[in-house]
């Protein structure tokens, strides 16, 4: 485990940045996944309905197939899927916890949460021994909006913890995506109000143009920096 800043993980960060940014962050496995390739969270719904988890797995495996890295922060639902199928497309990943990193939470995916730990990133914000509370979850939240140059919003209800991500992202400046399926819901209310604030409708049609707005954090060429 290595205990860094957050300038240490993710580069300077601007006074919104800030704002909300953890004091340090303890983390577990290899931090240069970060530095390279566009970051993307997918997250949504812990009980997720079937095709709300095949569009998660579809997301994750294109991503992969784009060297981007697909964050998500280890509970059931979209986001094991998110997890799951980038690593079996042989992506990189990132989970984001919402407790220390000595404990698992879902118990579920206490193999995930090692595996990810080992050979790929696994982040917390919470000392080792912290006694997990219910508002730490909306506070991991905000770190991976902070994380990510990107939220995709697969699946979620009215009172979604996704929810409290998308507007930090939003708050952030960051690209926020809701999936068509979720903006055509006649149930469900949010979708346009963070429509009328910024997001955008990830669809079939609309994923070239989401791919082409993700920065490509290219690692630098040492060889073409150094001039003779």
């Given at each position: ?11 300077p ?10 004091e340090?962050?303890?983390v577990?496995g ?6 390279t390739g566009?970051?993307?969270s ?8 079937p095709e ?5 797995r ?14 998500s ?11 799951t199928?980038t690593?079996?497309a ?22 995930l949460?090692a595996?990810i ?8 914000q919470f000392?080792?021994?912290t ?6 979850f ?15 919003i ?5 009172t ?5 991500q ?5 708050r ?7 999936t ?17 604030h ?6 079939d049609?609309?994923?070239?143009d ?5 920065p ?10 150094v001039?003779?």
């Open positions: 485990m290595k205990t860094l800043t957050p300038p240490q993980l993710l580069g960060l601007n006074p919104i940045e800030r704002q909300y940014a953890p340090r962050f303890y577990a290899d931090p240069a996944i970060l530095e566009a970051r993307v997918i997250v949504g719904s812990r009980q997720a309905s709300g988890l095949a569009r998660a579809k997301l994750a495996r294109r991503l992969a197939g784009e060297g981007i890295v697909v964050v922060g280890l509970a059931l639902g979209i986001d094991t899927a998110a997890h199928a690593i079996a042989g992506g990189r990943t990132v989970g984001v916890i919402g407790t220390p990193l000595d404990r698992s939470y879902p118990r579920e995916n206490e193999l949460q595996r730990a080992t050979e790929h990133l696994l982040i917390s000392t080792p021994g006694k997990t509370q219910r508002f730490h909306p506070q991991r939240n905000r770190t991976m909006a902070l994380i990510s140059d990107a939220t995709v697969i699946e979620a209800g009215e979604s913890g996704s929810l409290s998308g507007w930090e992202a939003l952030l400046g960051r690209l926020l995506y809701i068509r399926a979720l903006a055509d819901d006649p149930a469900l209310r949010w979708p346009s109000k963070m429509l009328d910024g997001a955008q409708i990830l669809s049609a609309t994923l070239p989401f791919l082409e707005a993700l490509s954090r290219l690692t630098p060429v040492l060889d073409a920096a001039p003779f």
